[in-house]
């Protein structure tokens, strides 16, 4: 799950637990709100350590060449 999917199920977790008072007969929205919201939250904390995660760093020594210097001008 990505951090995208995460903020989405957040907001969705969120809108059905506190904004939709629908009476559905057997099905509790708010709960289903809530359980949404936590499993978002879990999402976004395990993406975002995922994310920082110390990724090996491969440095390269190469030889370049020196810049091209132009020649003075005598009249400056």
Do not use: F, K, N
């Not at 559905?24 to 975002?48: K, N, Y």
């Not at 491969?58 to 810049?67: I, M, Q, S």
């Amino acid at each position: 799950m990505r951090i995208g999917t995460s903020i989405g199920l957040l907001a969705l977790g969120l809108i059905l637990a506190l904004a939709v008072r629908v009476d559905l007969g057997g099905i509790d929205l708010e709960l289903i709100g809530w359980i949404l919201t936590v499993v978002g939250l879990i999402g976004l904390v395990a993406s975002l350590v995922l994310a920082r995660q110390a990724r090996p760093v491969v440095r390269r020594e190469a030889e370049y060449p020196p810049p091209h210097t132009h020649p003075t001008d005598p009249r400056y």
